[in-house]
């Protein structure tokens, strides 16, 4: 099982990044997928989960009008579109994958970087 993350990078607030995820190793299109971040010296934060099939989206208050999720399971790959970046949205963004909201998370990413800053 693999899940790589890519995209990340250092941007100015205000800009946009692409975060994506691509799986392999295990039926991709079953799976509940989320982005989770983790700011230097702080905890895991959940930021976005997308559920199967892609009909629904969820997003932390935080991010919500700023991130957008989505997956495309004929590529096995989620997405993270995120614009308006702010400062506090530097962190490490992983991607997992859990068989739904109510189980703890089955596989992870090795996380990408994002900054912003001026």
């Known amino acids: 099982v693999q899940l790589v993350e890519s995209g990340g990078g250092m941007v100015q607030p205000g800009g946009s990044l692409r975060l994506s995820c691509a799986a392999s190793?295990?039926?991709?299109?079953?799976?509940?997928m989320s982005w989770v971040r983790q700011a230097p010296g702080k905890g895991p934060e959940w930021v976005s989960s997308i559920p199967p099939g892609g009909e629904m989206t969820y997003y932390i208050d935080s991010v919500k009008g700023r991130f957008t999720v989505s997956r495309d399971d004929a590529k096995n790959t989620l997405y993270l579109q995120m614009n308006s970046l702010k400062p506090e949205d530097t962190a490490v963004y992983y991607c997992a994958a859990r068989k739904g909201i109510l189980y703890d998370y089955n596989y992870w990413g090795q996380g990408t970087q994002v900054t912003v800053s001026s």
């Open positions: 190793g295990f039926t991709f299109n079953w799976y509940d």
